[in-house]
């Protein structure tokens, strides 16, 4: 499947080798056809896609917002047509065809489509019914979980957002005219003869993968209810504030600290120390004299304002890795933000924004 094209520099797209030979297809897709598609067509839209991104590069510098609209066009167009392009290429293959032996990728198709059969006949018909030119796509969409069949005119129009491209089936007449000349059909079913199958369910995989990724990821934020402080911060209890030695939410050193949120006057919740003080807010256990845990966001485990959350004792964070995460995140609010995301699963908080643990949910390290 490749690394991502241009490697994030701009302009820096290269035109992919083929995973065969020009000839590999014949007879269902001829030599000169392959040849003329790939190193033309294909290298057209490279070229377009670089000098695209460049364009666009040369105007932010000189803040030529005027250009911004035919410059962001050729950009969807061109790299619309390579991306699709690097994907149909690696859809097929010299011994491809058939049905796929792949369970996952097959128990997909089925409770999406019914069966494989209505899958492929309903491809085929998208295909065939397309006007002019464009693509018909498998795609996988993460939203609503399940596979899609779609036509996208050209590349870049009538698309749908989110979706992954799966399987992709070029129907601009480059494609096939040299072969076919006008009878489309007959180059759709011809090309089911070389479909890359194991690709595909590859490409199946890797899209699930990153949907259950970001689905983890949010889980470990639910149960927990948010409190803004009323300062315009979006953290709470004026733990936006930083103190002389680096900690954060100092406000339950006042005097009449709410013991209901956890100020001066209020036991440790089981289960958390009542050690030493924290490292730069940044969400390991922390202090000289740390118990079973201290308070994340720096001050000590029963400090008002801070989020706290079970932890291995005598752990702490270097100054680097403050910095690191820093640089990733921005503000060291943005930093707290994550932790609250990434740290916390269940757990209710005060009306001044501490987080208590609560029964039946558990508490991530």
């Known amino acids: 499947m490749g690394a991502p094209s241009g490697n994030g520099c701009v302009g820096r797209h290269e035109l992919p080798p083929l995973p065969y030979d020009y000839d590999a297809l014949e007879p269902y897709i001829s030599e000169r056809t392959v040849r003329l598609h790939h190193s033309v067509h294909h290298r057209t839209y490279v070229d377009g896609l670089n000098a695209a991104e460049e364009a666009l590069a040369q105007a932010r510098r000189e803040r030529r917002w005027d250009t911004v609209n035919d410059l962001l066009r050729r950009l969807a167009f061109h790299g619309s047509g390579h991306f699709l392009h690097t994907i149909y290429w690696t859809n097929m293959h010299p011994e491809g065809g058939g049905r796929p032996t792949d369970e996952e990728l097959m128990r997909q198709i089925q409770r999406d489509f019914g069966s ?19 693509w018909v796509l498998l795609v996988w969409q993460p939203e609503a979980g399940k596979l899609e069949i779609l036509q996208t005119e050209q590349h870049h129009l009538s698309a749908q957002w989110t979706a992954v491209p799966i399987l992709a089936l070029d129907l601009w007449e480059h494609a096939y005219y040299l072969q076919y000349q006008a009878r489309r059909p007959d180059y759709v079913e011809s090309w089911w003869n070389v479909v890359n199958w194991p690709d595909v369910a590859q490409r199946l995989r890797r899209a699930r993968r990153e949907r259950n990724a970001r689905e983890e990821a949010t889980d470990c934020a639910e149960g927990s209810d948010w409190e803004e402080d009323g300062d315009g911060s979006d953290w ?30 209020a036991p440790p919740p089981d289960g958390y120390g009542d050690g030493g003080r924290h490292e730069a807010g940044v969400g390991t256990a922390g202090g000289t004299d740390a118990g079973s845990g ?58 001044t924004g501490t987080v208590r643990p609560t029964s039946g949910r558990r508490f991530l390290p």
């Not at 006949?121 to 002019?132: E, I, K, M, R």
């Not at 932890?311 to 060291?332: F, K, L, N, W």
């Open 294 to 351: 201290t308070g994340m966001n720096g001050g000590d485990g029963a400090r008002r304002g801070s989020l706290r959350v079970a932890s291995e004792p005598q752990a702490r964070s270097s100054q680097d890795e403050i910095a690191a995460v820093q640089t990733v995140y921005g503000s060291r609010a943005s930093v707290r933000r994550a932790l609250w995301a990434g740290a916390v699963k269940g757990g209710t908080t005060t009306r």
């Open 236 to 265: 709470p209890d004026g733990s936006d504030s930083e103190t002389g030695d680096g900690s954060y939410g100092d406000v339950g050193d006042k005097p009449g600290g709410d013991p209901d949120a956890g100020g001066p006057d």
């Open 116 to 134: 494989f059969e209505a899958f492929r006949d309903q491809f085929t018909a998208a295909a065939n019914a397309l006007p002019g030119n464009g």
